[in-house]
C-alpha cells in the first residue's frame, strides 16, 4: 500500500466514536464496546508514528460522559487507563488533558496530567475533559494547533473537541463504527487532507 505523501499533518485530532452502537450491533451491551476500541486506537497511533506525525490528540471520555449509566461509566474509564497503559509501554510521550481533580478521572492517570511521560509522538488523551472547564483557564495551552481532526461514526461534529487547537483544523468524517477502524481509512483521511488548501484564514 503506498503511504507517500507530499504533505502530511503534524497534529491529528481522533475521535473515536460508535463504541456502544457497534457493541448493541453484535448483540452485546453498550459498555463492551469500549475496551474493543483500545486496539484501534493503538494500531492508529502506530500508524502515525510510521509515518512521521508528530503528534496525535485523541478523545477519550467527556465531562458530559460520565453521566451514562455506572457500568458504561466504568467500562470507559477502565478502557482510558488500558489505552494509556499501552502508550507509555509502546515509548510514546503521554499527556492526560482533563479535569483531574474530579473523583471521575481514573486515579491512575493523574500523573500523566502534571508531567508528559517520555517518548517520541506525543498523544494527548483527553480524559474527563469539558470544552468550558477548558477554555475558562485555558487547561490545554500547551498543546498546539491541531491540523486535521478525523472523526469515526458518522457524526458530522466536534463535540466539544479542544475548540481551541481545532479552530483552523480540516475536518474528515468516516462512517464506519470506531472498533471497526481500518488502516485504510486514516490513509483515505490523509490523501484527502493533501489536497484541502491550507490558508488558516489568510
Not at 488523551?125 to 490545554?140: I, P, T
Amino acid at each position: 500500500m503506498d503511504r507517500a505523501f507530499k504533505r502530511l499533518p503534524r497534529h491529528i485530532g481522533v475521535i473515536p466514536d460508535g463504541n456502544r452502537r457497534w457493541s448493541v450491533a453484535r448483540g452485546g451491551e453498550k459498555r463492551d464496546g469500549y475496551e474493543a476500541g483500545v486496539a484501534p486506537g493503538l494500531r492508529l497511533l502506530r500508524l502515525c508514528r510510521a509515518l512521521g506525525i508528530g503528534e496525535v490528540s485523541v478523545y477519550g471520555f467527556t465531562k458530559e460522559n460520565v453521566h451514562r449509566p455506572p457500568d458504561q461509566v466504568r467500562a470507559f474509564c477502565r478502557a482510558c487507563v488500558d489505552m494509556c497503559r499501552e502508550i507509555v509501554n509502546a515509548g510514546m510521550a503521554l499527556q492526560v488533558v482533563g479535569d483531574t481533580a474530579s473523583a471521575l478521572c481514573p486515579e491512575e492517570l493523574r500523573a500523566y496530567a502534571a508531567a508528559r511521560s517520555c517518548g517520541d509522538v506525543r498523544v494527548n488523551v483527553l480524559v474527563n475533559y469539558g470544552w468550558q472547564w477548558d477554555v475558562a483557564r485555558m487547561h490545554s495551552a500547551s498543546i498546539p494547533r491541531i491540523d486535521l481532526v478525523v472523526r469515526w461514526g458518522g457524526r458530522c461534529r466536534l463535540s466539544g473537541f479542544l475548540p481551541i487547537q481545532c479552530a483552523y483544523a480540516d475536518i474528515f468524517v468516516i462512517e464506519a463504527l470506531w472498533p471497526d477502524m481500518r488502516e485504510e481509512q486514516f490513509l483515505e483521511a490523509l490523501r484527502w487532507y493533501e489536497r484541502q488548501d491550507v490558508t488558516l484564514g489568510g
